[in-house]
T-cell receptor, first 115, second 115 residues
Framework: KAGVTQTPRYLIKTRGQQVTLSCSPI?????VSWYQQTPGQGLQFLFE???????NKGNFPGRFSGRQFSNSRSEMNVSTLELGDSALYLC??????????????FGPGTRLTVL | AQKITQTQPGMFVQEKEAVTLDCTYD???????LFWYKQPSSGEMIFLIY??????QNATEGRYSLNFQKARKSANLVISASQLGDSAMYFC????????????FGTGTRLKVLA
């Protein structure tokens, strides 16, 4: 079974631009979560989508948004990029079961650099 | 409130020896799952092992085992016969069965295996 895929793997943008990251979950997984990882802040939860609906949201400004399609693929968008948005963005998929057994599997990440 | 604590920012271990990475958690939910992930320098988070709160036995996956002490709220990862390829960041995570379904991650422990 194919794992979680993320595209692109690397991205360089300039301040003020916007960016869209894509995540394809493991087949059969209905939940997709996004995380931002930086050396200073560690792993921070952005949001989770389940069956095309945002189920959870972290504490990020409205510049960060996402969506999920009917095939469970998800996109994350960051508008008006700031230098502090430079980070590794990780996507994770899971079955989405509403209990503690639901295991997340991560993609390879997209490394975003904002100049 | 959910909380995961990893008190060891970094650890060293000799090749072929065993090492224990500490993780304590806090939750009021009686049903929850505990997870360990490995993150090599490449960035991808690799799922290692899962322990459910109602599991009577400690989870094991190959060289990985989870020392689950429910009363102490600890879920330490034990890696036996360390290999050079085990050098990585290790994250402990928890998900409650009720509430927001969010995963909570610890700050991680950087493990370095010495030849």
């Amino acid at each position: 079974k194919a794992g979680v895929t993320q595209t692109p793997r690397y991205l360089i943008k300039t301040r003020g631009q916007q960016v869209t990251l894509s995540c394809s979950p493991i087949s059969g997984h209905r939940s997709v979560s996004w995380y931002q990882q930086t050396p200073g802040q560690g792993l921070q939860f952005l949001f989770e989508y389940f069956s095309e609906t945002q189920r959870n949201k972290g504490n990020f400004p409205g510049r960060f948004s996402g969506r999920q399609f009917s095939n469970s693929r998800s996109e994350m968008n960051v508008s008006t990029l700031e230098l502090g948005d430079s980070a590794l963005y990780l996507c994770a998929s899971s079955l989405g079961a509403g209990d503690g057994t639901d295991t997340q599997y991560f993609g390879p990440g997209t490394r975003l650099t904002v100049l | 409130a959910q909380k995961i604590t990893q008190t060891q920012p970094g650890m060293f271990v000799q090749e072929k020896e065993a090492v224990t990475l500490d993780c304590t958690y806090d939750t009021s939910d009686p049903s929850y799952g505990l997870f360990w992930y490995k993150q090599p320098s490449s960035g991808e988070m690799i799922f290692l092992i899962y322990q459910g709160s109602y599991d009577q036995q400690n989870a094991t996956e190959g060289r990985y085992s989870l020392n689950f002490q429910k009363a102490r709220k600890s879920a330490n990862l034990v890696i036996s016969a360390s290999q050079l390829g085990d050098s990585a960041m290790y994250f402990c995570a928890m998900r409650e069965a009720s509430g927001t379904y969010k995963y909570i991650f610890g700050t991680g422990t950087r493990l370095k295996v010495l030849a």
